[in-house]
């Protein structure tokens, strides 16, 4: 059973004749990641306010760890609002203070810890962010990507147990997006938080995501796993999440989870009963530790060019392809078998070699190449063969997981950035 971390209960937020939160309930759970979609104007704000104690409901009740967060008084509620901490959208830094004091700052103003302390916790801080380096140089010194992770260090150097992320990633592009959530990933496990990121880039954040909510007209309209997110029906799915730019056009040629459902149903039902079809899958391995040699940003490049070779060389086939994870993707060959198919994986392993990993340029903020080292990257595929109609995909998809082994270790020659 999960433990939640935070509750609402029928929280009522009125501004004047206006009711913006209107009986909204839900949970977050400890140690997980929740993402928050909805529209603009529709109160996302407004819940977080009430969630980091800026704002009291006209009615209902907000839980910390199963306590009426209204009860708590004086220290004990300073106590509580020093849980929280909040990643802000452009990062903002102070350009006039060094990295060290930028994320040294909440420590001087929140707590009483003497300056040998202070040192210690920010180093140890900037070690683990890889940032020791940079402790005496100011913000416009460092790329865009060391700027994140000093505003994430400054956020995370208070130990807080729940950190809000608002629109993390607006404005980036697909490469800069995956990695920015990545690292908010990985730092989760890493330091240990619950994560709350209000963001509308579908479907990036939902690899990283534990639950969604959807908040809509005042309530929450849905709250469940990314899994169960894709299947729901509501007219702000269609309205809303399907008109996002990225949830059309995700990667070339990767349909969306949906899209790709609807596409697998459609086929097979113009197949004959028993005509065999082949699942296959594409991972990168050990993609969190390539994320810790390369960087953030080179390892998505690496994936963005694994999705666009599959989706290149499967698509003449007639196969169809979905991302599934961060660095795994799926595709449905409706007129195979398995022999034939390794026969198919094995020109992609030849694509992959000639146009593919080689190539993977990736460049710094400053639109330079930096060095250009090569890297190996292991990529690996499972296979398996279903019936069509008797077995569902599901089946198949477990079965080709089970089925994994290695295609090859590939070239990548990719300047190393530095999110
Ligand atoms: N202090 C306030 N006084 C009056 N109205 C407010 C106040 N704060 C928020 N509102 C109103 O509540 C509604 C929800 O605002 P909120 O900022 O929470 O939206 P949002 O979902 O975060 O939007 P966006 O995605 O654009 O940031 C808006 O109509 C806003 O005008």
Redo the contacts with the bound molecule.
């Keep these: 059973m999960k433990t939640p971390i935070i509750e609402f209960k029928n929280v009522v937020k009125r ?1 004047g004749d ?1 009711t ?1 939160l209107d009986g909204v309930s839900f949970t977050l759970n400890e140690g997980e990641i929740t993402t928050i979609i ?1 529209k ?8 977080l306010k009430h969630l980091i104690g800026l704002m009291r409901p006209d009615s209902g009740t907000l839980f910390y760890k199963g306590r009426d967060i209204a009860t708590l008084k004086g220290k004990k509620r300073k106590k509580y609002m020093g849980q929280m901490s909040y990643m802000f959208q452009g990062n903002a830094l102070f350009d006039s203070m060094t990295v060290f004091e930028n994320v040294a700052f909440p420590l001087e103003q929140n707590t009483r810890l003497k300056k040998e302390e202070i040192k210690r916790r920010v180093m140890e801080i900037l070690e683990k962010t890889d940032l020791a380096d940079m402790a005496g140089r100011f913000p416009s010194e460092l790329s865009g990507g060391m700027q994140k992770r000093v505003a994430f260090s400054r956020a995370l150097i208070t130990d807080p147990a729940i950190v809000f992320f608002d629109e993390p990633t607006t404005g980036q592009d697909l490469i800069r997006r995956n990695a920015i959530l990545s690292m908010i990933a990985d730092y989760k496990t890493r330091f240990n938080f619950t994560a709350v990121i209000i963001s509308h880039d579908l479907p990036d954040v939902l690899f990283i995501s534990n639950r969604v909510l959807v908040l809509h007209e005042g309530k929450i309209v849905f709250q469940g796993t990314p899994d169960a997110f894709e299947e729901f029906e509501h007219p702000y799915v269609d309205e809303f999440v399907h008109s996002l730019e990225g949830f059309q056009k995700h990667m070339p040629g990767i349909y969306s989870k949906r899209n790709f459902k609807m596409r697998y149903k459609n086929a097979l039902r113009l197949k004959p009963a028993e005509a065999s079809y082949v699942v296959a899958i594409f991972s990168i391995s050990d993609f969190k530790n390539l994320c810790k040699t390369v960087g953030y940003t080179t390892a998505h490049a690496m994936v963005k060019e694994l999705g666009m070779i599959i989706s290149r060389h499967f698509d003449v086939v007639g196969g169809f392809s979905t991302r599934q994870r961060r660095s795994r993707f799926m595709t449905v060959l409706p007129f195979s078998n398995y022999k034939e198919s390794r026969e198919i994986i094995d020109a992609f392993v030849a694509d992959l070699v000639e146009n593919g990993f080689e190539y993977v340029k990736i460049q710094n903020s400053d639109n330079k190449m930096l060095d250009t080292p090569v890297y190996k990257i292991k990529v690996m595929t499972g296979l398996a063969e279903g019936v069509a109609i008797k077995d569902g995909i599901n089946d198949v998809l477990e079965k080709a997981r089970n089925n994994q082994f290695k295609i090859g270790d590939f070239q990548c020659v990719a300047g190393r950035c530095s999110l």
Aim: glycine share 24%.
């Design positions: 501004f206006k913006v909805g603009s104007g529709t109160g996302k704000s407004v819940m």
